[in-house]
Each structure stands twice: as structure tokens, then as C-alpha cells.
């Protein structure tokens, strides 16, 4: 078995240019993929869909970004663009054990299933109200910024009990947070202001507890769970983030594929296929997040002929993994609404860690893009799919628009 030290590491691209072709480089490269992040911090990337499985539950790779031997020989600097993903502060995310089922199992408790379907009725309303801002038939909208980025914007700031008068500064944070192309000047700046928002959240909560996932953990403290500000305000930072960022590219990248195979959005509008199918194969196909940061080996972790050396650092590569052959067979390339392996995929994560909001983000998609095809059956692409560009988010499958025709009448 061999470490890679000393081998060619495939940078991945900060500009996002090509993430299909970049995650097809990843899969040749093996399971396991010698990669450089932006701004040259090497780790490793698991590619596949079973050894993915296997490594998310091996406790010999844990969150503490103390163990990364580039943290501790002080090679990762304050403002590497990255950092706020690598170290965004103590909280389920970053922690393992008796920790992490803690912090976590607060959270659960906000989010069972009864609860998210408890709110499905105030996504349609949400839903209901952007549909009818969304100018006349034919037109030409920006669909991402009118619809499918305000939706879960409004939907987690309903969880987590943040006023709606702090969405657009919030939007402003979370696009430097999560850009590869942040000006090191601005890095350290965002993560202080992020902070400090949740941080008065977390302040007036404690003042005046609403219905809300905040409340519920600010009041879970005082009743003995030992939850500390920093990770309450850590951990309410997670959530805004991961729920608004993965929902939008859902729907976006649902509206492309099935503007992009037509075969498929005639079987969902003729009713031959659910909208559930739709869903999970977009998931699959086109995962929201393409990477995840960050795990750490605690040891030497074999994975095929290779192995993670003690104190690297190891990404999940969702992009490469969802068209992983072995797992989806020969047309695991292909955009197919019918595979019966569509719900096979890991996208939310699996294990310990996997997604708690989830169910959250699939109730969202299942109500918005129903509707909105209700409302415009023939909805379609104002522009090649090869002029839509993704945003400098290495993270993110994530486009900077939508540009879509609205048509009313069915295709």
C-alpha cells in the first residue's frame, strides 16, 4: 500500500468550471483520490459509494481539527478561504461520541418527523407567496433568486426563530463564507459578524423564548444538557447554512435536469412518475454538495492499495460519488427518474453524522417544485445548459442564476 506523499495531487478547481468532469477525474483516480484544496492544502477524497459508506462510519477518522497535522504544524493559515468549513466552531458537526450525540440529539428533538410535517403548511404558504410574485406567463425570471433561494431562507429562518430583517445581510455572509474567492482580508471579518448574529439570536432568545430550534436549545441548557453559548450560536451558524444552501440547489438542480431531459419531465407532468423520483435522483445525479469538509485520521487508514496516513485529512466527494458505477450500475451516468437505485445515494451524508435536516429539505423540494410546475408546466431554460456557470463554491453545486422562461401552457 502506498500513501500518495509524494504523487501528483488533482487540484480541485476554485472557479468551479467543470465539477462533472472533475468529479469523473476524481472516480478514475480510485476510491480514494490524492486532491489539493483551494489555496493548496492537500487531503484525500474517498470517491466511491461503499468505501464512502465505510469511512463515514470508521471512528479512526473523528472531526477535531486537532489531530490534522497541517493544523498543528500551524500550515493552515487564519484566513485560508476554507477555514470557517474546516473549523467553523465547536459544535455537533465538529465533534464525535458522547459529544456529538448531545448536541445532536437536542436538535433531533426539534426536528422529528412529526414536527417537519407540522410545517409543511407554512412551506406552501411560503411557497404559495413566491409563486404569485413571479412575473406574467413567458417572461423570463431569474428563477433561483425570485424562488428557489427566498424559500428556504424564509423556511429556516421560521426553525431557528431568526427576524426575516436579517436574510439579505445573512445572504451577503454565507456567499463569502462559502466562497473559494473571499479576499483574506474579508475572511476573518465574516466569520466575527456571522457570530455575532447568531450570537444575538441566541441573546434574545434567551430573553424571550419563542417556538423555535433556538429557543429549544437555549432552553435545553438551563436545563442541565450543558450546551455553552459557543455551541449553541456554533451549531444555530450550521444550520442556517446547511439549511438553506442544500434545498436551494435541490430545486435548482431539478429544474435543470429536467429542462435538460425532457423525456423525464413529460413521465413527472403526465403523472407515470412521482415527484419524489425527481427529488432523489437529483440527489443523486446532481448532489447539492459536492464536497464535504473535514475528517481526520487518527491512525493509518487503509482503503484499498492506499492508505490515509495518521493525521491527514480526509473529503467527502458526493459529485463523484452519486455516478459511482458499482453502486448504480453502467448508466450511472445518466439522469433516469425511473432507476431503482435512485434512493441508494448518501447525499445527506451517512452515519453518525448524516444530515439531521434532511426530511426538512425533501418536504421543501416536494412542495415547491410540484407547484411551480403546476403553475408553469412549461417552464424551460432561457439559455443553453452550457451557459449556466456554478458559483466559486468547491462545497457547493451552485449556480450563480436560473434563467427560465415561464410558460403556462403544458409542453
Not at 500500500?1 to 480541485?12: A, F, K
Not at 444555530?236 to 423525464?264: K, Y
Amino acid at each position: 500500500m502506498t500513501s500518495g506523499t509524494e504523487e501528483l495531487r488533482i487540484p480541485l478547481d476554485p472557479f468551479v468550471t467543470d465539477l462533472d468532469g472533475e468529479s469523473a477525474k476524481l472516480r478514475a483516480a480510485g476510491p480514494l483520490a490524492a486532491v489539493e484544496l483551494p489555496g493548496g492544502v492537500p487531503v484525500w477524497a474517498v470517491t466511491r459509494h461503499a468505501e464512502a459508506k465505510a469511512l463515514l462510519t470508521d471512528p479512526r477518522l473523528v472531526k477535531d481539527i486537532n489531530v490534522w497535522g497541517a493544523w498543528q504544524r500551524g500550515e493552515i493559515p487564519s484566513d485560508w478561504p476554507l477555514i470557517g468549513l474546516a473549523n467553523p466552531g465547536r459544535s455537533m458537526l465538529t465533534v464525535d461520541g458522547a459529544d456529538h450525540r448531545r448536541m445532536r440529539g437536542l436538535v433531533a428533538q426539534a426536528l422529528t418527523p412529526r414536527r417537519v410535517e407540522a410545517m409543511r403548511e407554512r412551506i406552501t404558504e411560503l411557497t404559495g407567496r413566491l409563486l404569485d410574485r413571479l412575473p406574467t406567463d413567458a417572461e423570463v425570471v431569474d428563477l433561483k433568486a425570485e424562488f428557489a433561494y427566498p424559500l428556504p431562507m424564509y423556511v429556516v429562518a421560521d426553525l431557528m426563530g431568526i427576524e426575516e430583517s436579517r436574510l439579505p445581510r445573512l445572504k451577503v455572509l454565507f456567499e463569502k463564507f462559502f466562497s473559494t474567492q473571499t479576499p483574506p482580508a474579508e475572511v476573518v471579518a465574516t466569520l466575527v459578524e456571522l457570530a455575532g448574529i447568531m450570537a444575538e439570536t441566541v441573546a434574545a432568545k434567551r430573553a424571550e423564548p419563542g417556538d423555535d430550534l433556538t429557543s429549544a436549545l437555549v432552553l435545553a441548557s438551563e436545563d442541565g444538557d450543558r450546551l455553552t453559548d459557543e455551541e449553541i450560536v456554533s451549531t444555530l451558524q450550521l444550520m442556517v447554512a446547511a439549511g438553506h444552501e442544500t434545498t436551494i440547489s435541490l430545486i435548482v438542480n431539478a429544474v435543470v435536469n429536467l429542462s435538460a431531459h425532457p423525456d423525464q419531465r413529460a413521465l413527472v407532468l403526465s403523472g407515470a412518475a412521482d415527484w419524489s423520483a425527481v427529488i432523489e435522483e437529483t440527489l443523486r445525479w446532481s448532489t447539492p454538495t459536492s464536497h464535504v469538509l473535514i475528517r481526520f485520521a487518527t491512525e493509518d487508514v487503509p482503503v484499498g492499495d492506499r492508505v490515509i496516513p495518521a493525521g491527514d485529512a480526509l473529503i467527502v466527494s458526493y459529485g463523484a460519488i452519486g455516478r459511482d458505477e458499482e453502486a448504480h450500475g453502467p448508466s450511472a451516468g445518466d439522469f433516469d427518474i425511473t432507476r431503482e437505485t435512485r434512493t441508494r445515494h448518501i447525499s445527506f451524508g451517512h452515519g453518525p453524522h448524516v444530515c439531521p435536516g434532511a426530511a426538512l429539505s425533501r418536504l421543501e423540494a416536494g412542495v415547491a417544485l410540484p407547484a411551480l410546475y403546476a403553475r408553469f408546466p412549461g417552464l424551460d431554460l432561457a439559455v443553453d445548459p452550457s451557459a449556466l456557470r456554478n458559483k466559486p463554491v468547491v462545497t457547493q453545486n451552485d449556480l450563480f442564476e436560473l434563467p427560465v422562461r415561464l410558460t403556462s401552457s403544458t409542453p
